[in-house]
């Protein structure tokens, strides 16, 4: 599901207190090795989202019908929103009632990470939107999948007290894994570009499941239970004041920044315009728009998480974020210039890595059921594929109906509206 600020937010295991599922009593666990090979495998499946998503899928469908762009990659976002959902949800019930003597993680991120690099290799030799979709929203599952098996190995693998630190640690494949599959999307076009993202993919999780080996999982207990009884528990916590109104923060936050995010080539060719970009080129220009906001966020986020550690002012935190994006988004109205969204990119990185910091804290904190966190921490997480649901449709529409700078005011208005939402916290200060 993915847009590679969305995948900043799970780091669900951090609230995880059991005790490691698939390990026998008294086995040492090496945490500096497991994440050694684990961080690698995050980075590649960030770079593959983001490098796919913001360049290559878009570049195709402009190729094949530059007047009906925006329509068409508004189209296949949605089916990849919920393809995404559905991948994410699987790799996680399905990984979780897996039996095996290579354990329960390994064997499905193996398998989904050759899925993943068939898929991608056959979509850089589309040419017909139908095709296109199809592959796309294959490739969007599988994906997911992975990134539900993979989330999971930190609370399976990581003793309690080390929890936190792996979180953070793995928290950071997000933004250096959109610096990089960005970059190799830029550069290396069109099939190459799937082609080296894939083989990233399938490297670093080789690498991972063979030398930082899972053990047999046996164990019973879990099984799969999917259906509308489950899903009907699941939504209890909505009843919790707080717990709808971060659900609802962000969901409004991810649709702002994805409203603008997935039209971001489209709107350096098109609104800033080709001749006044490096090289002539959208493609290259949107690796270095998101390079630089990476370039910020990562930096922000340590800044940030620092004095957040010595206050418990977490709304304080989303003002400031609210703010600095609401300004970010105006910029590119007031100079539609090159400038203009480099400055975009550096205050849009600010705000991105203000509210980063705090984000897993502050969904902490409204968790109504501490016997459910990790089903409840899962429906906030969620907040991001429902505004993936939502953003391409309201994006390419704002862009159809009224052009580029009611997009980038459209977003403006979303973050200020986060940020009054603050404000109706009751429990977080």
């Known amino acids: 599901?993915?847009?590679?600020?969305?995948?900043?937010?799970?780091?669900?295991?951090?609230?995880?207190?059991?005790?490691p599922a698939s390990l026998t009593p008294g086995e040492p666990i090496a945490v500096a090795r497991l994440l050694a090979f684990l961080l690698p495998a995050a980075f590649a499946l960030y770079a593959n989202f983001q490098g796919v998503q913001?360049?290559?899928?878009?570049?195709?469908?402009?190729?094949?019908?530059?007047?009906?762009?925006?329509?068409?990659?508004?189209?296949?976002?949605?089916?990849?929103?919920?393809?995404?959902?559905?991948?994410?949800?699987?790799?996680?019930?399905?990984?979780?009632?897996?039996?095996?003597?290579?354990?329960?993680?390994?064997?499905?991120?193996?398998?989904?990470?050759?899925?993943?690099?068939?898929?991608?290799?056959?979509?850089?030799?589309?040419?017909?939107?139908?095709s296109i979709a199809a592959l796309y929203a294959a490739l969007w599952f599988t994906l997911n999948f992975f990134q539900g098996a993979m989330l999971a190995v930190v609370p399976d693998r990581v003793p309690l007290e080390k929890r936190s630190l792996a979180s953070s640690i793995i928290g950071v494949g997000a933004p250096i894994g959109v610096l990089i599959g960005?970059?190799?999307?830029?550069?290396?076009?069109?099939?190459?570009?799937?082609?080296?993202l894939a083989a990233m993919l399938l490297a670093t999780t080789a690498?991972?499941?063979?030398?930082?080996?899972?053990?047999?999982?046996?164990?019973?207990?879990?099984?799969?239970?999917?259906?509308w009884r489950a899903a009907l528990r699941s939504l209890v916590a909505f009843r919790a004041h707080d717990f709808a109104v971060v659900f609802a923060l962000r969901t409004t936050m991810f649709v702002a920044q994805f409203s603008i995010n997935n039209y971001l080539l489209y709107i350096l060719q098109d609104h800033i315009g080709?001749?006044?970009l490096p090289a002539g080129s959208g493609q290259i220009a949107a690796g270095a728009v998101s390079s630089l906001r990476i370039l910020v966020t990562v930096p922000t986020i340590f800044a940030a998480g620092w004095l957040a550690g010595r206050t418990a002012r977490r709304k304080l935190f989303v003002q400031a974020y609210a703010l600095a994006m609401a300004a970010a988004s105006l910029v590119p109205i007031a100079a539609s210039t090159w400038s203009g969204m480099l400055i975009f990119a550096t205050l849009s990185g600010l705000a991105i890595g203000v509210y980063s910091a705090i984000d897993l804290d502050l969904m902490s904190h409204v968790l109504p059921d501490k016997n459910a966190a990790g089903r409840d921490l899962a429906m906030l997480v969620m907040a991001g594929a429902a505004a993936q649901l939502l953003a391409p449709a309201i994006g390419g529409g704002l862009i159809k109906l009224l052009g580029y700078d009611a997009l980038f005011l459209f977003g403006a208005l979303g973050a200020l509206a986060v940020g009054g939402s603050a404000f109706l916290l009751r429990s977080v200060r």
């Open 1 to 19: 599901m993915k847009d590679g600020m969305k995948r900043f937010e799970d780091l669900s295991p951090a609230l995880d207190d059991r005790a």
């Open 274 to 276: 080709a001749s006044r």
């Open 182 to 196: 960005v970059n190799i999307a830029a550069w290396a076009t069109g099939e190459a570009g799937y082609a080296i």
């Open 207 to 227: 690498a991972f499941v063979f030398f930082a080996r899972e053990g047999a999982y046996r164990a019973a207990g879990a099984s799969l239970r999917f259906g």
């Open 54 to 130: 913001l360049i290559l899928v878009p570049a195709q469908v402009e190729a094949i019908d530059p007047t009906r762009k925006i329509g068409s990659l508004a189209l296949l976002t949605v089916l990849c929103a919920i393809a995404g959902v559905a991948g994410l949800m699987a790799g996680g019930a399905v990984t979780d009632a897996t039996r095996s003597r290579w354990g329960r993680r390994a064997p499905w991120l193996a398998t989904m990470a050759a899925a993943s690099a068939t898929i991608s290799l056959a979509l850089g030799f589309q040419r017909r939107l139908a």
